[in-house]
């Protein structure tokens, strides 16, 4: 038996940019956010930004100069965002 199937992308959009994917995103971005403070030192600003593109996006940013030491020495954004349960993939990467 064969069963059909049409994707609604206009249906796939409206959840993508709905609240509760934005909360979903959000919260997310303030998880991973509150462990990257774990590991760098106190009084370093860590942020984490909401925005939308075709869907819920945020940033989380480190706000010192040494950022990208710790990242590329401990891979303090990826180590957050995995134990967070996300797919670490390389820019670009399919």
């Known amino acids: 038996m064969l069963i059909g199937f049409q994707l609604d992308r206009a249906g796939i959009a409206e959840i993508l940019h709905g609240p509760e994917v934005r909360l979903l995103v959000d919260g997310l971005a303030g998880h991973i956010a509150a462990r990257v403070r774990a590991s760098v030192p106190a009084g370093v600003p860590v942020i ?4 939308t593109t075709d869907r819920g ?12 030491a710790w990242q590329a020495r401990d891979g303090i954004l ?8 996300l797919e670490i993939r390389a820019w670009g990467g399919s």
């Open 48 to 51: 984490s930004h909401g925005y």
């Open 78 to 85: 990826t180590r957050a965002a995995g134990a967070e349960g």
């Open 57 to 68: 996006a945020a940033t989380v940013v480190v706000e010192d100069v040494r950022a990208m």
